[in-house]
């Protein structure tokens, strides 16, 4: 780990959305609350303070470097807290399976400024770095293996899906051309080829060249889609009645995983329409509290430009 890794940056506690999920999932006095991505505790400094003293905080994270961030909100947090290091799918499935049961679950979902913000993960393709992108330095595939390793069709199909990166074929190409002659090491060589494969005109539009495959590989690297979909129910089971799950999504798929699933649990009956009388007997879970997702201010975009593409979804357990 570099020395300045566990120096927060200006940008370590600008929680998106903050002052909409503190009100739509509404921590009262004496509740448990659970962040389920908790990074640098800028959501969890603000929600921890509606438990005014009475209440337990979840902290959970795969990162090993939050802990140092939880350590410091412990101290001041003022109620009683504890973190869990793991994928927040399976911490949410082992406390449901423990019988917890809490009141307001918060995930906020992508990659934190904590991760970005340190050229050494591999993140950001505006730095020269090691080709990394693993939230958890323990896992064992990196974006560079996926980059070396994987068939020209398959990296087509993870641009074109995660990244919605319309030059994928042409990216995949490139990469595969590069990789016959050396390895990739370094996002540099990666940004290189991908500038490269693209069409001139691509590359001064739309923002930076490679920021959809980077997106892509993001996701791939840490399984991003399959983790928010294991842990959607496993939350909806850990709630109490009337407790509240928020999720912050910064994608179209990942908002449209979150959007159906609210949907798909907030309806009752789902027998066939010529049914002359319910059969299924299924009852509603929950209650959609957000008809469409909340979005950023432009205040609040103008003041931190990386909550531009965030989505606000939250849904009540009845």
Same mark, same amino acid.
């Given at each position: 780990?570099?020395?300045?890794?566990?120096?927060?940056?200006?940008?370590?506690?600008?929680?998106?959305?903050?002052?909409?999920?503190?009100?739509?999932?509404?921590?009262?006095?004496?509740?448990?609350?659970?962040?389920?991505?908790?990074?640098?505790?800028?959501?969890?400094?603000?929600?921890?303070?509606?438990?005014?003293?009475?209440?337990?905080?979840?902290?959970?994270?795969?990162?090993?470097?939050?802990?140092?961030?939880?350590?410091?909100?412990?101290?001041?947090?003022?109620?009683?807290?504890?973190?869990?290091?793991?994928?927040?799918?399976?911490?949410?499935?082992?406390?449901?399976?423990?019988?917890?049961?809490?009141?307001?679950?918060?995930?906020?979902?992508?990659?934190?400024?904590?991760?970005?913000?340190?050229?050494?993960?591999?993140?950001?393709?505006?730095?020269?770095?090691?080709?990394?992108?693993?939230?958890?330095?323990?896992? /064992? /595939?990196?974006?560079?293996?996926?980059?070396?390793?994987?068939?020209?069709?398959?990296?087509?199909?993870?641009?074109?899906?995660?990244?919605? =990166?319309?030059?994928?074929?042409?990216?995949?190409?490139?990469?595969?051309?590069?990789?016959?002659? /050396?390895?990739?090491?370094?996002?540099?060589?990666?940004?290189?080829?991908?500038?490269?494969?693209?069409?001139?005109?691509?590359?001064?539009?739309?923002?930076?060249?490679?920021?959809?495959?980077?997106?892509?590989?993001?996701?791939?690297?840490?399984?991003?889609?399959?983790?928010? =979909?294991?842990?959607?129910?496993?939350?909806?089971?850990?709630?109490?009645?009337?407790?509240?799950?928020?999720?912050?999504?910064?994608?179209?798929?990942?908002?449209?995983?979150?959007?159906?699933?609210?949907?798909?649990?907030?309806?009752?009956?789902?027998?066939?329409?010529?049914?002359?009388?319910?059969?299924?007997?299924?009852?509603?879970?929950?209650?959609?509290?957000?008809?469409?997702?909340?979005?950023?201010?432009?205040?609040?975009?103008?003041?931190?430009?990386?909550?531009?593409?965030?989505?606000?979804?939250?849904?009540?357990?009845?």
């Amino acid at each position: 780990m570099l020395p300045n890794a566990l120096r927060p940056s200006a940008t370590d506690h600008v929680p998106v959305l903050a002052d909409e999920v503190r009100r739509l999932l509404d921590a009262q006095p004496g509740d448990t609350v659970v962040d389920a991505t908790f990074g640098a505790g800028g959501h969890a400094e603000l929600l921890a303070l509606d438990l005014r003293g009475k209440g337990r905080f979840i902290a959970v994270d795969r990162d090993p470097s939050a802990r140092a961030y939880f350590e410091r909100f412990r101290k001041r947090a003022g109620v009683q807290a504890r973190f869990l290091r793991g994928e927040f799918a399976t911490v949410l499935q082992q406390l449901a399976a423990n019988d917890v049961r809490v009141d307001a679950i918060l995930l906020d979902l992508g990659v934190s400024s904590m991760q970005l913000d340190r050229p050494e993960r591999g993140f950001s393709y505006a730095v020269d770095a090691p080709l990394d992108m693993r939230m958890d330095p323990s896992a /064992e /595939e990196t974006a560079a293996d996926i980059v070396n390793d994987a068939p020209e069709r398959e990296l087509q199909e993870i641009f074109r899906r995660y990244g919605e =990166e319309r030059y994928a074929r042409q990216i995949a190409r490139a990469i595969g051309r590069r990789r016959r002659r /050396e390895p990739f090491q370094r996002t540099g060589d990666l940004v290189d080829t991908i500038k490269v494969a693209i069409p001139t005109p691509a590359r001064f539009g739309e923002g930076h060249p490679a920021k959809r495959v980077f997106q892509a590989l993001r996701i791939a690297v840490n399984d991003e889609l399959g983790q928010l =979909e294991e842990a959607l129910p496993a939350a909806v089971e850990l709630l109490r009645p009337h407790g509240r799950v928020a999720v912050i999504s910064f994608h179209s798929l990942e908002d449209r995983i979150v959007k159906h699933f609210f949907r798909d649990e907030a309806r009752g009956c789902v027998c066939p329409p010529d049914f002359p009388v319910c059969a299924c007997g299924r009852d509603p879970v929950l209650r959609v509290l957000t008809s469409r997702a909340v979005r950023p201010s432009a205040q609040e975009v103008a003041l931190n430009p990386r909550s531009a593409s965030a989505r606000l979804r939250v849904a009540e357990k009845v």
